[in-house]
């Protein structure tokens, strides 16, 4: 068993929170986080390892990328 955090992405791009909780396997623990993914983007950790970043699907708002993942912090994505 392996121990995940999911973090849930203020609109500053900084950490609001988080939930613990243990899974078998990264499959997993995406389903699970899943469940988290509300008003606010959802990034899946495994200690210091990055899995992925669970996004608002665009129907409620999300699609456009405003943060990006750098060494493991999310900064906001330069402006074009």
Known sequence: MNE???????DD???AGYRSFVCRHDADAMVWA????????VEL???ERFVKRLAVPA???GGIV??????????P???K
């Open 4 to 10: 995940y955090r999911a973090y849930i992405v203020g």
């Open 13 to 15: 791009g900084h950490f």
């Open 34 to 41: 899943k469940q988290l993914v509300d008003d606010h983007d």
């Open 45 to 47: 950790w495994s200690g």
């Open 59 to 61: 129907s409620r708002g």
């Open 66 to 75: 405003t943060h990006e993942v750098r060494k493991g912090r999310t900064i």
């Open 77 to 79: 994505k330069p402006a």
